[in-house]
């Protein structure tokens, strides 16, 4: 079956610019992570959708960035106000169902984006 | 809290030659320990996984890992190596009501002819 799509593949933006990244997760998995990678800070947490329960935002950067996932599948990462230390690959994964810990997390192929 | 330390962020082979990568965490939850495996501008794909039970777990494409608790390690091991191994590979930990990864900073395989 299909994997954990995301997009745009690459993003290219001017600092200060706002941007979306979209990710579709496996049909019927019910969790969603977000995990940003960079040269710096390697793969960190970002934020976590389980279900309909409010959403585990304690790695989000700063108040610049935002998620949300409709109907309980896609989800879209924005960032607000770009800065050059946003350049990162942002990968997305999703996971069958809670009690995640010791699930597989399935990742995607990551959107690159680089703030000019 | 949970940490993962990578020793070496850079591991060269040959091929046909042992590949040993060595991972230790730190956690104050009985752990879940992952490796996975970041071929070029593609996403993480899952190597292996320790959850509970036996400490010797068995991957895919010939990779193992032992979960030593007394060493707070995972280290990775395939006894041959291929030039197809060549990747980054990163160990992970999660635990208790932690669902989030923790990843060690990676380890770049080079395999060499």
């Known amino acids: 079956g299909a994997g954990v799509s995301q997009s745009p593949s690459n993003k290219v933006t001017e600092k200060g610019k706002d941007v979306e990244l979209r990710c579709d997760p496996i049909s019927g998995h019910t969790a969603l992570y977000w995990y940003r990678q960079s040269l710096g800070q390697g793969l960190e947490f970002l934020i976590y959708f389980q279900g309909n329960s409010a959403p585990d935002k304690s790695g989000l950067p700063s108040d610049r960035f935002s998620a949300e996932r409709t109907g309980g599948s896609v989800s879209t990462l924005t960032i607000q106000r770009t800065q050059q230390e946003d350049s990162a690959v942002y990968l997305c994964?999703?996971?069958?169902?809670?009690?995640?810990?010791?699930?597989?997390?399935?990742f995607g192929p990551g959107t690159r984006l680089t703030v000019l | 809290a949970q940490s993962v330390t990578q020793l070496g962020s850079h591991v060269s082979v040959s091929e046909g030659a042992l590949v040993l990568l060595r991972c230790n965490y730190s956690s104050s939850v009985p752990p879940y320990l992952f490796w996975y495996v970041q071929y070029p501008n593609q996403g993480l794909q899952l190597l292996l996984k320790y959850t509970t039970g036996a400490t010797l777990v068995k991957g895919i494409n010939g990779f193992e890992a032992e979960f030593k608790k007394s060493e707070t390690s995972f280290h990775l091991t395939k006894p041959s190596a291929h030039m197809s191994d060549a990747a980054e590979y990163f160990c992970?930990?999660?635990?208790?009501?932690?669902?989030?990864?923790?990843f060690g900073k990676g380890t770049l395989l080079t395999v060499n002819p």
């Open positions: 992970a930990v999660s635990g208790g009501s932690n669902y989030k990864l923790t």
């Open positions: 994964a999703s996971t069958p169902s809670f009690g995640g810990t010791y699930n597989e997390q399935f």
